[in-house]
């Protein structure tokens, strides 16, 4: 697993992106490139205002020949 952290600001805006575990072989960048193209998300609400949001995730590749 590669693990990833990114924040959804409150804009719904994916940023701070950054590796926290790494494998290294271009499946890092090719990870921080996914996850910097996904769509804008839904922010997250706090008091019935909307906030940034911090995320871990794990990544799982299956390569294939």
């Not at 952290?5 to 290294?24: M, R």
């Not at 072989?25 to 804008?40: M, N, Q, V, W, Y």
Request: net charge positive; aromatic share 8%.
């Amino acid at each position: 697993h590669v693990y990833a952290s990114f924040v959804v600001n409150a804009q719904g805006e994916v940023t701070d992106l950054k590796i926290v575990k790494g494998l290294g072989s271009g499946l890092d960048e090719e990870t921080l490139r996914a996850i910097g193209k996904l769509p804008h998300f839904i922010p997250g609400k706090q008091n019935g205002r909307a906030v940034s949001v911090q995320y871990t995730v794990p990544i799982s590749f299956k390569i294939s020949n």
